[in-house]
């Protein structure tokens, strides 16, 4: 297929609607001090000051109207544009605004930066245009006219916690020669100890694909819009169109170095002014409203009373008798089906067909058993591994390689009301000609647009006691650590039970929690602060440090870092207009959180 044939009138987006949730009676709401004088500061006090070139900040979630809210939808069900039109060069701000709520804070579930890109301007744009109008396997067609194009690059997943795996899985006598073997296949040919650690920059990579295409809209206030395209980058169609892939590379200036260290281009997406009848109606208070949102919106981990620290402060301690609307379960799963088959072009039957999900209800019976069962799961598969480290390799480090398998207990601890196990079934989805690879990509786009949906609805008629009514954590863990199982201890798929017969592969869990208290400054310092970083969240780059911006003449480009001007980099927040930022109960700021504006920033960018 040239330009992908599946979009026929059962692949468009089923509504979605707005589900209020009824606030509890008895609510409590995040309140962070700063650390007294001589007193040991922690994750629930106030930072003592924030330097950072992340436009995020320390943000709190701000409260949306059901009109607000229904303006926001929009966003989750955003087609693709038929024509770009001539309009005013995109300024930096605008650009500055839409890759804040694309690459630079897209991703939340590992702590690798595998992402970046080089920015087009029109010239070049219509340059790449000419590349993609041969690629095989498009999912949209090539538009002319962009103002400018994302060219996204992405490397393999590589940590501390896949450096651990290269020591698990090995017989006992032979596992120094093994060991070395597999971390020398790992290096040259950039193979995986199992596979969804490989299936991470796929479903990243979906994750981002919508982010985009909601970036382009938010930041030009529903003036412009993004042409996204990722299927061509998939194998098999990768190969087909490795000539073609490798013009686009010169392009971004992919150099050799590059490309020994994984490098490769991943995903291109066109932006550009669309006409008046196409544009997404947006006043400009709710469009700003909804980009300090997508901000403020983390992976909410903590459940009050559930698995909240010891040392929390005495609002986590206790349960909350909270759950949300089935009807905004049912609207939550519509819209991953419905990026489901925005992503494939399967239509909505299908997608439902392949999109595996198990929901396991805690407050429905049998729930809390199967929760249970997979927890015990989980933590006898972080024993095994624990015990069959080599001892040659964990005892020179002072057992840090097992005390770091073990807090993988807590990593991957599940928590929440209604937990879901997303996954796919390869051979279906590889004989209905989607690719796997494109699947996985997929499956990343639909669990965030399911996830967001919920998130939306937590802040919609939102009281001034609460942090939020309803969130969401995205995690890749538990299914990573369940591989682990499958690939060295025979243990069967997390939904291997749910589905007999199907070979299911589960790729992503998410947990929805309603309740309403937030965790601003503890989960976003793991993202901000280095010496904070958590195992599985990814630190927060700023724009230099993950976009540059091609300028200059096809013959003699310049690629210059975004908001890098000498030894100057960028300390300013994105949306610091909304004013959504985290302060102690009498209003007392993070020095430095409300950042400072960027110099030249309403000038145009090519």
């Known amino acids: 297929m040239q330009d992908a044939a599946r979009s026929d009138i059962d692949a468009r987006p089923k509504l ?13 709401r995040r309140e962070a001090w700063p650390a007294g004088e001589g007193e040991r500061r922690t994750r629930y006090h106030l930072p003592a000051r924030l330097e950072s070139s992340s436009p995020v900040g320390y943000r709190r979630r701000v ?8 303006v926001a939808l929009q966003l989750l069900s955003l087609p693709r544009p038929e024509r770009f039109v001539h309009g005013p060069p995109v300024v930096e701000q605008e650009l500055f605004e839409e890759v804040s709520l694309g690459v630079l804070s897209a991703r939340q579930s590992t702590n690798y930066r595998g992402q970046r890109e080089v920015l087009l301007g029109a010239d070049d744009s219509a340059r790449a245009a000419e590349i993609l109008r041969d690629l095989v396997d498009r999912e949209a067609p090539v538009l002319d006219d962009a103002t400018h194009t994302h060219l996204v690059l992405t490397r ?19 596992s120094p020669l093994t ?6 296949r790992k290096r040259a040919f950039g193979e995986h100890d199992i596979p969804t650690i490989g299936y991470l920059t796929h479903l990243h990579l979906g994750i981002l694909a919508e982010a985009i295409e909601r970036a382009a809209v938010v930041a030009s206030r529903g003036r412009r819009m993004a042409q996204v395209y990722t299927a061509p980058f998939c194998e098999p169609a990768r190969r087909d169109n490795r000539r073609l892939i490798r013009a686009l590379e010169e392009l971004c200036g992919l150099s050799a170095a590059d490309r020994a260290r994984g490098w490769r281009l991943d995903l291109v997406a066109q932006v550009g002014h669309v006409e008046p009848a196409a544009r997404v109606d947006m006043p400009e208070k709710t469009c700003r409203k909804i980009g300090a949102n997508l901000l403020a919106f983390r992976s909410e981990r903590i459940q009050p009373g559930v698995n909240q620290d010891p040392q929390a402060p005495i609002a986590y301690q206790a349960r909350q008798d909270m759950d949300v609307p089935e009807a905004l379960t049912l609207m939550a799963g519509r819209a991953g089906y419905n990026a489901f088959g925005h992503w494939t072009g399967c239509d909505r039957e299908r997608s439902k067909e392949l999109l595996l999900l198990e929901r396991i209800d805690v407050l429905s019976p049998g729930g809390k058993e199967r929760l249970r069962g997979i927890r015990r799961e989980l933590d006898s598969l972080t024993d095994r591994v624990i015990a069959d480290l080599p001892l040659w390799a964990d005892l020179p480090t002072g057992r840090a390689l097992s005390r770091n398998a073990a807090r993988g207990k807590k990593a991957f601890a599940l928590a929440g009301q209604r937990i879901y196990i997303g996954g796919l079934p390869r051979a279906e989805v590889e004989a209905e000609g989607i690719g796997w690879e494109r699947g996985i990509r997929a499956m990343g786009a639909s669990a965030a647009r399911s996830s967001l949906y919920a998130e939306l609805m937590g802040v919609v008629d939102l009281p001034d006691d609460c942090d939020l009514l309803a969130g969401v954590c995205l995690m890749a863990g538990p299914v990573n650590q369940n591989d682990i199982g499958k690939r060295f201890f025979r243990y069967p798929d ?3 039970d749910r589905f007999k017969g199907r070979d299911p592969t589960s790729l992503l869990v998410w947990t929805l929690k309603a309740k309403t208290i937030a965790d601003p400054i503890g989960n976003e310092e793991q993202l901000l602060n280095p010496g904070k970083k958590g195992a599985l969240v ?11 911006i091609r300028r200059g003449s096809p013959g003699a480009p310049r690629f210059e870092p975004m908001r890098a001007a000498g030894s100057e980099r960028n300390q300013e927040r994105a949306f610091a207009d909304v004013g959504n930022f985290a302060t102690s109960p009498d209003g007392a700021e993070i020095p430095g959180n409300h950042g400072r504006p960027w110099p030249r920033s309403d000038e145009p960018v090519w």
């Open 156 to 174: 393999p997943y590589r940590t501390p916690f896949t450096m651990l795996l290269t020591l698990v899985g090995h017989r006992p006598i032979l």
């Open 538 to 548: 990814d630190l927060r780059p700023g724009p230099h440090e993950a976009v540059t």
């Open 16 to 28: 979605l609607e707005v589900v209020p949730i009824t606030p509890p009676a008895i609510r409590v």
């Open 63 to 70: 409260r949306l109207s059901e009109e607000e809210a229904r």
């Open 494 to 496: 997390l939904l291997a």
């Open 179 to 184: 060991t070395l073997v597999r971390a020398a």
